[in-house]
């Protein structure tokens, strides 16, 4: 479902989809194999909770829940109000609290040096100026804070490889660590094209 005027990166563009979001199998998680395989990874991605940690373009909420599952403190930030209106309808139905905030990913409306983590699930490749968000982002996390971006580079040809994600990273982390996630389970379904994390850590 698509606005007549929106495109992809415009709130009103994923307003207009979030009432069909979840129904991806990696976008919902509502297939329980494919949400214990992305809680797996976070619970080998993240520090050991609680940690502060901000689930930036965040969408329907999906990872966000999951974090905040594991004992984490979670603050959500998309610029789609209808993605924040069902992810606060999600948590509401799980018994869990995450902090939703409608804002702009790559400015978003927290408090410097407050964060432990920085998450992004297929976020970065869509910001206008990814390489000044990630500036941005070092601001607000705490030394030795760290960012777990899942990124990808599509059969489309859109997205982003996985050495430019990493040239992103470079000028902040002291250590980044790349892996490929080309688990079905994580997905859905088999994939061709290449996903990935890339985790770096601030001195």
């Known amino acids: 479902m698509r ?4 495109e ?3 709130a009103a563009y994923w307003s207009a989809v979030a009432a069909t979001y979840d129904s991806a199998p990696d976008h919902g998680l509502a297939d329980p194999g ?21 689930s930036l373009g965040c969408g329907t909420g999906s990872l966000a ?3 905040a599952a594991a004992g984490h403190h979670v603050t959500g930030v998309d610029f789609a109000a209808a993605m924040i209106d069902r ?15 409608v804002g702009d990913a790559a400015r978003p409306p927290i408090i410097p040096g407050t964060l432990d983590v920085v998450l992004l ?24 804070g760290r ?15 996985s050495d430019r994600t ?3 990273l470079e000028p902040h982390c002291e250590r980044i660590e790349m892996e490929h996630l080309a688990d079905p389970g994580l997905w859905g379904r088999p994939i061709e094209d290449d996903r990935y994390v890339a985790r770096g850590w601030l001195g």
């Open 3 to 6: 606005s007549t005027d929106a």
């Open 8 to 10: 992809p990166g415009d």
């Open 34 to 54: 494919v949400r214990e395989a992305w809680r797996q990874r976070l619970a080998q991605w993240l520090p050991e909770p609680p940690a502060s940690v901000a």
């Open 65 to 67: 829940l999951l974090a």
């Open 87 to 101: 992810a606060r309808s999600k948590a509401e139905a799980a018994g869990l609290h995450v902090r939703y905030v």
């Open 121 to 144: 699930r297929h976020v970065l490749w869509a910001l206008p100026d990814p390489a000044g968000a990630v500036a941005q982002w070092v601001s607000l996390l705490r030394p030795g």
């Open 147 to 161: 960012f777990v971006f899942v990124e990808g580079e599509w059969s489309t040809g859109a997205g982003l490889t």
């Open 166 to 168: 990493q040239a992103l």
